[in-house]
């Protein structure tokens, strides 16, 4: 059954020791953790990855099924999970697993996913969709912090930190914790405080500047660039990251030249590109041609080359480059 990240009431009140949380908001998957089940919680505690699971599953069920000196209770987390793990929950559902909470994590998962499915149409399993922080969940997360923490900022600092955090409440919480420990000297947070102390934007930059620049959206770019201060290793990670989105554009690219169409190719292209991703990599995939991006990557590696020879002006070179198409 499908309960909703905000229907806490639902939660207390399910007696379900399965709970598959997937999507993109690694934040609201550890609220939901930290809140519905580890909070006050005193038994044991157990965190695999999938892999880890599936390559010992007798010695996995063994310790599922083994009961403590001193606690029965236990809660075991199973990240990165996929579909292999489909048959495994089904066989443990059948089993009587009451003093056990199983908490399953997976990234984005498809409508025809086996596990997600599974969860969905079962009333004794609990599955919760968890998607990117809009602005307004994300200013409830900050009017919390200040509660908590007795602190004030002014609206224009919320916005600033909203619009950096983009959709990710984890990086919001660490630019917030920043601040309660800069509170402790100062009693008054200014927008200079706030602007010398937050790093979101370099957690996200080198990415966005990368399909930015691809989907030649120059203003965004721009502001990119003017936002941030990076080193020569940024500058190489730069030109990697677009290189390596520039073959899997001159790939689609190729793809479109066979007659095919633009939003099929995106959607059959492996490995899969996620929802998320698909709308700026159709823009960037009719802002080129694939001559074009053919001699993009020549000049990148051109200019790799010229990066690792010059690195005091490595910025300079990069910046020239993402800002002339």
Not at 31 to 41: P, R, T, V
Not at 111 to 118: D, F, G, I, Q
Not at 143 to 171: M, T
Not at 273 to 302: G, L, Y
């Amino acid at each position: 059954m499908i309960i909703k990240n905000f229907e806490i009431n639902k939660f207390n009140k399910s007696n379900s020791n399965f709970h598959l949380i997937y999507g993109i908001n690694e934040g609201i998957k550890q609220d939901l953790i930290n809140n519905i089940y580890l909070k006050g919680y005193e038994g044991d505690i157990f965190k695999y990855e999938e892999r880890e699971v599936l390559d010992n599953i007798d010695e996995f069920i063994s310790n599922l099924l083994t009961k403590s000196l001193f606690s029965n209770k236990k809660i075991i987390i199973i990240s990165r999970a996929t579909d292999k793990l489909h048959t495994l929950i089904n066989d443990l559902f059948d089993r009587e697993i009451s003093e056990t909470k199983i908490i399953i994590k997976s990234s984005v998962l498809e409508k025809k996913s086996k596990l997600r499915n599974l969860f969905e149409k079962e009333d004794q399993l609990i599955c919760t969709p968890v998607y990117e922080d809009d602005s307004i969940a994300l200013n409830f997360v900050i009017q919390n912090f200040l509660k908590v923490n007795n602190l004030s900022l002014s609206q224009e600092i919320k916005n600033i930190l909203i619009e950096r955090s983009k959709g990710d409440r984890i990086n919001l919480k660490n630019e917030l914790s920043k601040l309660k420990n800069l509170s402790l000297s100062k009693s008054k947070i200014s927008l200079e405080d706030v602007n010398k102390l937050s790093n979101l934007a370099e957690n996200y930059s080198v990415f966005e500047l990368s399909d930015n620049y691809l989907a030649k959206n120059s203003k965004k770019v721009s502001n990119i660039l003017n936002e941030n201060n990076y080193s020569s290793e940024d500058c190489i990670l730069i030109i990697r990251t677009i290189l390596n989105k520039s073959k899997r554009l001159l790939k689609i690219r190729n793809e479109i030249d066979k007659n095919t169409n633009i939003d099929q190719a995106i959607s059959s292209f492996k490995p899969p590109i996620f929802w998320k991703e698909k709308d700026i990599v159709k823009k960037q995939a009719q802002s080129w041609s694939t001559n074009e991006v053919k001699e993009i990557i020549f000049k990148i590696n051109d200019l790799e080359a010229l990066v690792k020879k010059n690195s005091t002006n490595s910025m300079l070179f990069v910046s020239n480059f993402v800002s002339n198409y």
